[in-house]
């Protein structure tokens, strides 16, 4: 697509959907369209869902989440704009699907409407409902379970573990100080909670090799980092991201 990217694409009309004068923005490109699609308005954002549809039901092992906000302000009180907000991680349940068949054994979704869950970054599909922003996730895009506002308080499910992050090294083995930008990322932590195990395919929990306590070596990129209400540094990984306890 050539000509400034600003300039509007007419498409024609579908079966079903109306022209209006309503635009859907998708980076610098417009696109006219719009009106119903069988009660689905899809823009840049999120799917919305019409408002005379007042119940949505996830399916299988799908659980919706209505997300939390985002922080509008810096822990110093700085107004933040809306492209430097942290996109939120977490929010309350408030759907859950009839579960899944795992064999011969049939296994119910184990997090339950109003709880509240933190969930992996990228994990999901925004959906508009109600006029608030929801998601829709599968069960094991959840991390854990979070009811404080301390992510040290996390209870992770399945195969996920919270660990305390290592401080990084300040100095070489020289003693010669070490700028911010050259200190190794830690990848060494100390395991805070583990989670009860992924399921077998019998629809039992096998039970996780590490323990609370356990001091481990974990894959560098891998997991979700957060920060402590104190400042540390944590990370909830899958047990296959942990390489070796070390002791």
Not at 13 to 31: C, H, R
Not at 156 to 170: F, G, Q, T, W
Not at 231 to 241: H, K, N
């Amino acid at each position: 697509m050539t000509a400034a990217a600003s300039s509007r694409v007419f498409l024609p009309p579908f079966e079903g959907v109306k022209p209006s004068s309503s635009t859907v923005k998708l980076s610098s490109v417009s696109f006219r369209a719009g009106g119903r699609t069988r009660g689905l308005l899809v823009n840049a954002a999120a799917t919305t869902v019409a408002p005379k549809y007042t119940t949505l039901k996830p399916l299988g092992d799908r659980v919706l989440v209505k997300i939390s906000a985002a922080e509008e302000k810096t822990s110093g009180g700085i107004l933040l704009p809306s492209t430097a907000q942290s996109k939120p991680q977490g929010g309350e349940i408030v759907a859950v699907g009839e579960g899944r068949t795992i064999g011969q054994t049939k296994v119910d979704v184990s997090v339950k409407t109003g709880t509240q869950v933190v969930y992996s970054k990228y994990a999901g599909t925004e959906v508009e409902f109600n006029g608030s922003n929801h998601l829709l996730l599968k069960e094991d895009d959840i991390v854990g379970i979070l009811e404080t506002d301390n992510v040290k308080d996390l209870k992770p499910l399945n195969d996920r573990i919270l660990i305390k992050v290592m401080e990084a090294e300040e100095t070489t083995a020289g003693g010669l100080l070490l700028t911010q930008a050259s200190k190794e990322k830690p990848s060494t932590g100390t395991v805070i909670a583990v989670g009860p195990g992924p399921l077998g395919e019998d629809g039992s929990r096998k039970e996780l090799t590490v323990s609370a306590g356990n001091t481990v070596l974990y894959s560098k990129y891998a997991g979700n980092d957060f920060k402590g209400s104190d400042g540390s540094e944590y990370i909830v990984l899958r047990a296959s991201d942990i390489m070796a306890v070390i002791g």
